[in-house]
Every structure is written in structure tokens, then in C-alpha cells.
């Protein structure tokens, strides 16, 4: 079973990840703005509900970690936001994975970046940003993109 919950710049939707104390970055770790995450990097942590902290640590996948980026998708911001980012993020796991959300590992979650320029003509404005984590909340170790 996977859990789908988010964040939002804007509003916070649910946090799903234990909060975690500060620890020492591991070794050819570095911090960098949740909101510039890409595909395939690793975190050791994500930002609190309250997002207070707009920055992560970036991990390589081997070293042990909470969360894989798996798919940055545009998105528009709505009432449905919630809805549209949890079929975005089912949507684009089994392409990175290899293997359905469904009686995987891993749960789902993801963060919305939605704190962008709005007075344009761009329908999707904002981003979302899916993770994926293990589903009994242990550190990952390792890749989960085939």
C-alpha cells in the first residue's frame, strides 16, 4: 500500500515524513532549495509542514537516504490541487520504477512549488515535485529508478 500526502509552498496539505533532528551532512552531501530538486537526486531530509526550512540535503542515491525525486511535473494550481498532484505522482512512478505503486515498497509524496509569477498567460504555472520513500519509514539505500 502507498500513502500519497504533499506540501505546498503556499499551503501545507499533509507532511507524511517524520520530522527528523539536524544531523551531520554526510560526506559529498550538499544543500540546495527544495524547489530546485531534479529528477533522480536523493535527500536525507525533507522540509518541516510548516515549510520553515527551504532547503535540503542532497545526497548520492547509495549513501542512505529519505527520499528519491522521481518526476517534477508542471501543474496547474487549483482547488484540486491535492487531486491533481496525486494522479501526477501515481501517474509518473511505475515509468521511473519499473513496477506499479501498488503493493510497492515505497510510499508517495510530493511537494508543490507554487510560488511562481502568476500574472502571465502560462495555465500551469506552478510544479510539482513527487518523492518516493520506503513504506515502513527506514532510510532507502540505493536507486529506485530502473
Known sequence: MHALCGLTAGTVLVACAPS???????????TEKWIDLEV????????????????????????????EVYLRAPMAVDSAVATVANRDCSAGFAPYTGRSADGSPYTITYLI????????AD???????????????RPLTGSAHR
Not at 527528523?20 to 550538499?30: D, E, I, K, Q, R
Not at 509542514?49 to 535540503?56: A, G, H, Y
Not at 512549488?113 to 502571465?120: C, H, I, P, Y
Not at 495555465?123 to 519509514?137: F, H, K, N, R, Y
Open 20 to 30: 527528523a533532528l539536524a544531523a551531520p551532512s554526510p560526506p559529498g552531501s550538499h
Open 40 to 67: 533522480g537526486e536523493c535527500v536525507t531530509d525533507l522540509p518541516p509542514p510548516d515549510l520553515s526550512r527551504v532547503t535540503v540535503t542532497v545526497v548520492d542515491c547509495g549513501t542512505a537516504h529519505s527520499a
Open 113 to 120: 512549488d507554487s510560488n511562481q509569477d502568476r500574472t502571465g
Open 123 to 137: 495555465p500551469t504555472p506552478s510544479t510539482v515535485i513527487c518523492l518516493l520513500q520506503a513504506a515502513d519509514g
